[in-house]
């Protein structure tokens, strides 16, 4: 089986079939979206809030981030695993997105990292690449910047906001960035950035023009019910399907149905004899 490359990424640009991507965040999630075929997983920076309960992606720490990825990164044999660089690990200088992304490949076992922003991160994104690490840009509604924002907004919804993202979607392609995620910005806005640089767009919630598209594996599964993102499509729901499970099991065992004999050890019942005689 042959593992995903850096190179086969960006060979998807223009194929003229749209890839999919999606999250995974430990060792099972893991082996389920490379067994289903998927090119490119990320260990995102979302885990914060559907697998550790944060309000918000931003307190999730590098060592739970760490942890997370070299668990995806057991779990997988043919995608290419990409980890969220967290809130704060990388913006304040080059040299502390060097030290954290050099731990999610040496230490983790990831192929490469992403980072959010657009010109502000191009140092970051630069110094990173020449030092030989891999670096997806992240432009648009970068959730990280959710108190800047004032929520999960849509970005580029005007002429001047528009042309803006144009701008950082080529300084972060000029950078040297493998790939681009476009999330939370209008379909056409996100084709025109599809159009102009040459590197594979992915897009969330940014319509159907990207080079692939990119779901939270919690929020395709129905396994997130705090709330469900309007550009999520629910594949299945898995919560009332677990549920279901749960009550099953619960009530097999308030009424001895389970463990029956076919999920218990025995022995014969001359050992239970021979125990018994010597306590006598």
Do not use: W
């Amino acid at each position: 089986m042959k593992k995903v490359s850096i190179n086969d990424i960006r060979k998807l640009k223009g194929s003229g079939q749209p890839f999919a991507t999606v999250t995974a965040y430990d060792y099972t999630s893991a082996r389920i979206v490379d067994n289903a075929g998927i090119p490119l997983i990320l260990v995102g920076d979302s885990a914060a809030m559907v697998v550790l309960g944060y309000d918000t992606t931003l307190p999730v720490t590098m060592d739970e981030m760490l942890m997370l990825t070299a668990a995806v990164c057991r779990g997988t044999k043919r995608a290419l695993v990409i980890a969220d660089l967290p809130f704060m690990s990388y913006q304040a200088s080059i040299s502390d997105a060097l030290h954290s992304a050099g731990k999610f490949i040496k230490k983790a076992g990831a192929s490469g990292v992403k980072l959010e922003g657009g010109k502000r991160v191009c140092p970051q994104i630069r110094s990173l690449v020449d030092h030989g690490i891999p670096v997806m840009g992240h432009i648009g509604l970068t959730p990280q910047s959710y108190h800047q924002f004032s929520g999960y907004t849509i970005q580029g919804k005007t002429v001047e906001a528009a042309r803006q993202l144009l701008t950082h979607a080529i300084e972060v392609a000029e950078a040297g960035a493998f790939a681009l995620v476009l999330e939370g910005i209008p379909a056409e806005v996100a084709k025109l950035i599809s159009e102009k640089i040459t590197i594979p767009t992915i897009g969330i919630g940014a319509g159907p023009h990207c080079d692939g598209q990119i779901q939270v594996f919690h929020d395709i599964l129905g396994l997130f019910g705090d709330f469900v993102p309007k550009h999520t499509k629910r594949f299945v729901n898995l919560t009332d399907q677990i549920s279901t499970a749960i009550k099953s099991f619960i009530n097999d065992v308030q009424s001895n149905d389970f463990p029956a004999k076919e999920h218990s050890a025995h022995v014969k019942p001359s050992v239970i004899s021979e125990i018994l005689l010597e306590k006598e």
